[in-house]
């Protein structure tokens, strides 16, 4: 695997789920095939298990790793071309992408949405320019459309606990006081739409999901009603994409409770974390056997650690 | 060792103290202990010895460190049960307790007394919820009522310069101009106390430990009294008790001087570090043969390096 | 080596940028000259290339590397002596630069010039102070007046692309909306006065370098006079020397240009980055094939290495 930006670069989704589930089984067997090799973790957002699951994945490998929280450095990078550089970017993306490549052998980066500009989010301008400069393989820690190490977790999870073939998966927003990005659903619904699993999405009016990552998925306006009959509810708050980025809803009666999941087929409770308490979902579901939460975090790990071991394959 | 929370982890602590100066002579011996495995350092709060020393004695060990400054990613954990999450707080600490306990084999972690209410501080709250979420061993690298690392180190050196089987002791308040916890000399006369040394505490009004820390030890209300015939001098400020967390007092009286230094039995001046020279203690003692606190900051991390192989070899 | 703060640890210069060649070459052929050593960075003032290139370098020597943002962490350190400290400043550089020296084999410090009082900064009044306390060798990242590491790999990046024994190299300050230490032009000069160069440099009045460092140099008021027949144009701004520390020109027609260029001799343009586009130079020039800067960058890394290998060899 040359690079790892989304999943047009995984040949076979199912092959990479199940390599992922083979790396958890025995996270030691590789633990030399990235000795004297350098992981350059960059994070232009901050991030808690992002980091360190990457972090962990990195050193299982045998790898180092350099890890650069660009924003709190207060380190701008311009991303404009021909731009007369004599305000707050000390540095062109260019630069500094051309620059990180000559220390690193793979460079993971973060660069999240900035729910400004929905043409700019869409075109993934940062990661697409970075990748464009740097000279060493790159894998997305969360771009402004997707965060494809998140969904290649959440389908291991799914794998592990399916009992059909077929599971039906409903993808359903809740709320929060934030406008956050798109990133993780778009993923998500991205991912399982690869799977064999029958994927549902309801939300309120105005939180559409750009279709480019929806294919396949069937809309159910009704959150009660898409619920029905759920092998896995994975909510999520996104913010709205019609007007783009913004909170259109608060409403509570999204909110993921047991009497909700009482509709489902005994249905598993998935999120990405981090979770809001009593505003995503209550204490009484995150807190009961139905939430498998904390192994779908456990699973970035492996997730990671999968796609490092590809990447390491193809430097060679 | 289980875990390393405060003293009541170590059934003996002048064995552990013989375990650290044992370290202390010898530090690669251990170097191939913690190969493979994952100690994560969480610092709710900024630290300088303690990360760099800890950091050290992780490595050398051979453990792979992952260091997580939280607060400066301006992640706040809510620590209420039941509450609507819809403020500041991102994250639950059960979510993030039990996340980070995924990724790392240790963890240790820093969480100072927020000194705004005296009962939350004593109860230990946001130490006590992170163990009980966590499902690896923890670490105290300095909690609200403690910081045990510390006191073991301390304990080293007054070890390795005491010339008497039971030292004199003294244990003295000094000024500062702001308001800080109390765990470092909470610890400090917790683990003297267990000791062949004598204990003198001094200290303004309002100033009284906790007495769950300072059995044993005397109250002495005249420093120059009890400065007299002392072997070891340990200097430190702490924020007042009754009023809880407040400055009361910035009487320069209490610095320590070379003149008090001559009241003691050619006493040694301890402190934890980073102390404000001149208001806690003159330079002329600081930078006499008589101050051992780059000492006392050197043996941390052989302090930390004996802890942590002992819930290594717990680990197994 | 027994430490690396200024040209003036260097014995031979020629030697050592001959060294960092060959450590560029084969950079895994000592890859546990530094194993069970420590390298602390502790950065007074942000870095991206610095961080990133010294740590690298570290860690393919072996080497554990521990990196210490103090300033981030809002670790105010006092430098004067007999101050009272009751102000911002935590801790005594003192006290710090001996702690930091118990934890670490080899010491690597950024303190970048204040730019407030010239005299200050000329003593390069912190690092000497810090390099006085410390007890293991330091290594300059970047100080009030010089950049040493910088300036290795920038003549590492001549010897690489120069044709003629003596190359004609302009050093030219170029236009900036901030002020700038000299640090990289002074070291840059420096250097280069002991290379086989002819080194001319180029500036508005009032830019004039502090002679300690252009000894050899000749100076040229009109910088396309400077430019005729250059092998090698080195860009960068600094502020301004008398008055000191402040922008006194914003002159755009001193940006390099490729009609600038075309005066040279085919010369090669070199910058230390980060640069501003468009403003100290033109896309035009930094996208041509004429542009060095990214391999400048590379040889950090390398320029490091060979002398974190010379320290190590020292250490024993």
Not at 61 to 83: F, I, P
Not at 113 to 142: C, G
Request: glycine content about 6%; aromatic content about 8%.
């Amino acid at each position: 695997m040359k690079q790892f930006l989304s999943i047009n670069d995984v040949p076979d989704v199912s092959e990479l789920v199940h390599q992922a589930l083979t790396v958890k089984r025995n996270p030691d067997a590789w633990k030399e095939l990235g000795l004297y090799k350098t992981l350059g973790m960059i994070f232009m957002n901050p991030s808690l298990r992002t980091r360190l699951s990457t972090q962990k994945a990195g050193n299982s490998l045998g790898m180092n790793v350099m890890v650069m929280n660009v924003a709190q450095d207060g380190w701008n990078l311009e991303t404009g071309d021909g731009v007369v550089m004599d305000g707050d970017a000390q540095e062109h993306i260019r630069e500094a992408a051309r620059v990180i490549s000559q220390y690193c052998d793979i460079i993971a980066l973060r660069s999240f949405a900035r729910l400004k500009n929905q043409e700019e989010d869409r075109s993934e301008a940062f990661l697409t320019r970075f990748v464009d400069e740097a000279t060493v393989p790159v894998i997305n820690m969360e771009s402004a459309t997707g965060h494809p190490l998140q969904a290649l977790a959440d389908l291991m999870t799914i794998e592990e606990h399916r009992s059909t073939t077929a599971p039906r998966v409903v993808l359903t927003w809740a709320p929060h006081p934030r406008a956050l990005p798109q990133a993780v659903p778009n993923s998500f619904a991205q991912w399982v739409g690869k799977s064999d699993a029958e994927l549902i999405i309801t939300h309120p009016e105005g939180y559409t999901l750009d279709p480019e990552f929806t294919a396949g998925a069937a809309f159910e306006p009704d959150q009660n009603r898409a619920l029905e009959g759920a092998d896995f509810v994975y909510a999520k708050n996104w913010s709205s994409t019609t007007p783009y980025g913004e909170v259109l809803s608060r409403d509570r009666d999204w909110m993921i409770t047991e009497e909700k999941m009482s509709l489902t087929n005994q249905g598993k409770f998935m999120h990405c974390l981090p979770v809001r308490r009593n505003v995503i979902v209550t204490d009484e579901v995150l807190d009961s056997p139905t939430s498998i939460v904390i192994e779908q975090a456990a699973n970035r790990e492996f997730a990671t650690q999968a796609v490092l071991k590809r990447v390491l394959e193809w430097i060679g």
